[in-house]
């Protein structure tokens, strides 16, 4: 059974329908880019997902032992978290809210299972500083590191490269690649940018006026042969 | 300077009274310090304003209903207003600041308004700025006031310690809280409650206009200079309480009203917070 199954899924806000249509499924161990135009609801699949947004229509059925709220989560970065107070193990402890149920305090398993994943994350240095004088690379990594605490199985990444110089956003994807090929852990990450979805990921969903899922090499055929993706992907295919 | 001292030591051991304000400030601006972090964040910072301004209108409805014990009505008033406000969030169709402004301000001329119409008084000016601006109410604080404080503090003070860890969580960053399956609703809800608690409560010290800073400054002050959440709101707490005695030892010896010096006082630390919190942040590059 898929881990994740999406089936005749439309989404929107209010009512208001931004897609339609969408069939895909994910399997244990798979890395899945989603790719798209800017607009074209990418962010909003993910929030459907995580039941942030309600569905317009359609199912999403969750299989082989992965359930809602143990999913990891990297938002797209937002305005009010660039100057909060906060130190990067208060950031990465917060991903253990979720274990925490009715208990008031974390425990010392959580308290262990976050400096592991800071560990993993190479933030053992930083583990004191302040989230809002860290560059915006190590950043993104307190970020995972806190997705992290909160799953085993699935981590779900919005744009986890924008805004990062070259270097900060190759030790990304390899940080990414090492968790999806050594701990098995499924990833689904949106992209814009086609060419790094193309080198890491097995499958890959466009969205948009077209919709694609596939493996990367059904992919890679169809752009060839139709040069079917508009806009962006296009281009850097050409 | 030592008759000062003299003065005050004078009015703390004798009169009850004093006692009573001290009690009651320091804990209303332990209280309000530590969900003033989180508003300030939240980017709620004027929330204090405008429920306050709720609570305004709501003690003129109690006066013009006639009632006698005016609390319930006005707790019950500022937090529907509260859960309302704070849900609002991100996708509402009127943004979180236009939505207390416009509370705020709606239900300060209500209040007036029903002042006007039904007062008897023949100061209602002088009633309204008592109402604005807390003056001495602080110093006529009845028992059972002071008890009903104590209680609604402990409260608040034991909600927020039991739910500082999802109140982090859900401050900075709702989308994941909620995603891995936080209830950051219900948290938002115990928020809401807890403010309009607060609000309510210092009034009483303050009055309504002057609540905002109560709530702001000492987060603000903390920010300047602490960098993890826990110590920001450890220090916010401590500042508020240390600013509220400053203040209410001021005014009762030299006889200024208690709000204004309070606020002064909170003032005079930001600016200190400000100046300490640039020489640190230089110093440590
Ligand atoms: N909270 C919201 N309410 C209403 N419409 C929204 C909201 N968020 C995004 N949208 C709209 O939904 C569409 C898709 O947005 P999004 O999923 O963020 O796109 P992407 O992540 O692919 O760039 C956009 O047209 C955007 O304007
Ligand atoms: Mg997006």
Partial sequence: ?238 | MADAFDKLYTYITEYEFVQNALIVGVLIALCSSLLGVTLVLKRFSFIGDGLSHVAFGAMTIAAVLKLTNDMPLILAITMISAVLLLRTGKNAKIKGDAAVAMISVSALAIGYLLMNIFSSSSNLSGDVCTTLFGSTSILTLSSTEVWLCIGLSAVVIAVFVLFYNKVFSVTFDEDFARATGVKASLYNLILAVVIAVIIVLAMNLVGSLLISALVIFPALSAMRVFKSFKSVTICSGVLSVFCALLGICIAIVYGTPVGSTIVAVDMGAFAIFTITGKFVGRSAK
């Fill in chain 1, 1 to 238: 059974m898929a881990l994740l199954t999406c089936r005749d899924l439309c989404l929107g806000y209010e009512g208001k329908e931004i897609l339609h249509g969408l069939n895909f499924s994910v399997e244990q161990g798979d890395y899945l880019c989603i790719v798209g135009e800017n607009g074209s609801g990418k962010s909003t699949l993910m929030k459907t997902i995580l039941g942030l947004v309600p569905s317009l229509s359609g199912d999403i059925e969750f299989g082989d032992g992965l359930v809602k709220g143990k999913i990891g989560y990297l938002p797209q970065q937002t305005d009010v978290q660039r100057d909060f107070p906060a130190s990067v193990r208060e950031i990465v402890l917060s991903g253990c809210a979720s274990r925490m149920g009715l208990r008031p305090f974390y425990s010392k398993a959580d308290k262990q299972l976050a400096r592991e994943n800071i560990e993993k994350m190479g933030l053992t240095e930083l583990s004191k500083r302040c989230y809002r004088e860290l560059s915006g690379g190590q950043q993104q990594r307190v970020l995972l590191a806190r997705a992290l605490c909160a799953t085993e199985k699935a981590l779900l990444l919005d744009e986890p490269v924008s805004g990062l110089d070259p270097h900060a956003t190759e030790h990304m994807y390899e940080l990414v690649k090492k968790l999806n090929k050594q701990d098995g852990i499924t990833i689904i990450m949106i992209s814009h940018d086609l060419e790094a979805a193309l080198e890491y990921s097995t499958k890959v969903l466009h969205i948009g006026k077209n919709i694609f899922f596939g493996s990367k090499q059904e992919y890679l055929d169809r752009l060839d042969k139709t040069g079917f993706v508009s806009g962006k992907g296009g281009e850097s295919n050409g």
